[in-house]
């Protein structure tokens, strides 16, 4: 009798454990989808809107899968955002899906906070951005989002740090233009951060510009290492001729800089496209912002949220 007892008890806790172990698992929609480009559109407080979809064609339905959403630049589109970045290469290498929103607007912007260039824009694209995950998780395996943009894009991924990290846990950021958001900055929870920039950057001053509210670049860095909990003297080290980096240490969510030495504004390891170079500056080849940030949103798997 006694034997039965505890044979009754281990099978029940085996049962229980089991039983966890496949709730906790994330529930993967089924029925159809779409592999490679496509346009997606989203209804998002009325407004019909759209956002370019890359999905690898080895997407598995069954697998939970990363998505990383890219913002284009002020005045840019998403066509440009796919060429620029290269990020659908390393989605085929990795297999996760990348979505290239677009922006409202003549030229095209995202609403990413205090910025002159867009006052007066009251086009909500932070509920854009829930809309568009939650479109894609109806269809999609989505198990972590990781928003990252260029210039204007990367105000705008700024400020999704600032007011979704109830869903996303870090974004990225190349020559980011970095305004207050209307509310301030204050995640739910800490978002780690990685971000590039050029010391010659002429569109965004890298000592910040007074007249567009953009903040020192380095004051911008120094203030998410304090928001999440980082010590006040960083690692800093060269890492080639043309770039060093900036790594803060002991921190509740990671905070790492990227400062390309005579850069400009231009995605590090990227292409040149639309207008030409030399208006936008040196690229370096030294790094690929793009290979790093993937590298980075994944090198803490454990604390990815669940849309």
């Not at 989808?33 to 690898?56: D, H, K, M």
């Not at 390891?269 to 993937?294: K, P, R, Y």
């Amino acid at each position: 009798m006694q034997r039965y007892l505890i044979f009754l008890l281990l099978f029940t806790l085996f049962t229980s454990n089991t039983i966890s172990q496949q709730t906790d698992l994330p529930t993967c929609p089924a029925g159809a989808y779409e592999t490679g480009v496509f346009t997606q559109v989203i209804i998002s407080n009325n407004i019909q809107r759209e956002a370019l979809v890359y999905v690898p064609q080895t997407y598995d339905p069954t697998e939970p899968t990363t998505l990383v959403i890219t913002f284009h630049g002020f005045g840019s589109n998403p066509q440009d955002m796919m060429e620029i970045t290269g990020w659908n290469t390393l989605a085929d290498t990795y297999g996760f899906i990348v979505a290239y929103p677009r922006g409202l607007g003549r030229p095209s912007r995202w609403n990413s906070g205090d910025f002159p260039l867009v006052r007066g824009n009251s086009i909500d694209d932070v509920q854009f951005t829930r809309d568009i995950i939650h479109t894609l998780s109806q269809v999609y395996c989505i198990d972590a989002v990781f928003p990252n943009g260029y210039s204007n894009g990367g105000g705008m991924s700024n400020r999704l740090a600032c007011e979704l990290s109830d869903q996303i846990s870090a974004f990225g950021s190349v020559a980011g233009a970095y305004n207050t958001p209307p509310q301030g900055c204050n995640p739910e929870k800490p978002v780690r951060v990685i971000a590039f920039h050029g010391t010659d950057d002429a569109v965004v001053n890298f000592n910040g510009d007074e007249w567009l509210h953009l903040p020192p670049i380095l004051t911008w860095v120094a203030t998410w290492a304090e928001r999440n909990g980082c010590d006040p003297q960083p690692e800093i080290r060269a890492i080639s001729g043309e770039v060093v980096q900036t790594r803060y240490l002991n921190c509740e969510a990671d905070v790492v800089f990227y400062e390309v030495t005579g850069g400009g504004h231009t995605w590090p390891g990227g292409e040149v496209v639309g207008f030409g170079g030399s208006l936008i500056g040196h690229m370096t080849q030294d790094i690929n912002a793009s290979q790093l940030m993937w590298e980075f949103f994944n090198s803490d798997s454990t604390e990815n949220h669940t849309p």
